[in-house]
């Protein structure tokens, strides 16, 4: 079983930035893409950014590109969301996730298996 741990969030002003931590308790962290997810009320979960077990490849969704960056530690267990330049826009609720993928389709939601609790971002203007 794969416990996913969110940390950071919280408000910040538009232009700011903010730190988002996921700590995994499992064994074999190493062998699972992680990735970011986002919600807004009303809106359907979408894809944030994701990256690959050795950390080798990472994907953004379009509108976060040049301002968010993902990383890891395998050593630590750990999967990081360095967001910068923030935007109202980004306001959301942020989930940590977990997948056996094979293939490159990192953003497709139903492959994840294992989900986080959401941390809350707001960005006020």
């Known amino acids: 079983q794969v416990q996913l741990v969110v940390s950071g969030g919280g408000l910040v002003q538009a232009g700011g930035s903010l730190r988002l931590s996921c700590a995994a308790s499992?064994?074999?962290?190493?062998?699972?893409?992680m990735g970011w997810f986002r919600q807004a009320p009303g809106k359907e979960r979408e894809f944030v950014a994701a990256?690959?077990?050795?950390?080798?490849?990472?994907k953004y969704r379009d509108s976060v590109k040049g301002r968010f960056t993902i990383s890891r530690d395998n050593a630590k267990n750990t999967v990081t969301l360095q967001m910068n330049s923030l935007r109202p826009e980004d306001t959301a609720l942020y989930f940590c996730a977990a997948g056996s993928i094979m293939s490159r389709d990192y953003e497709r939601v139903a492959l994840y298996d294992h989900w986080g609790q959401g941390t809350q971002v707001t960005v006020s203007s």
């Open positions: 990256i690959s077990w050795s950390g080798g490849l990472s």
């Open positions: 499992v064994d074999t962290f190493s062998t699972y893409v």
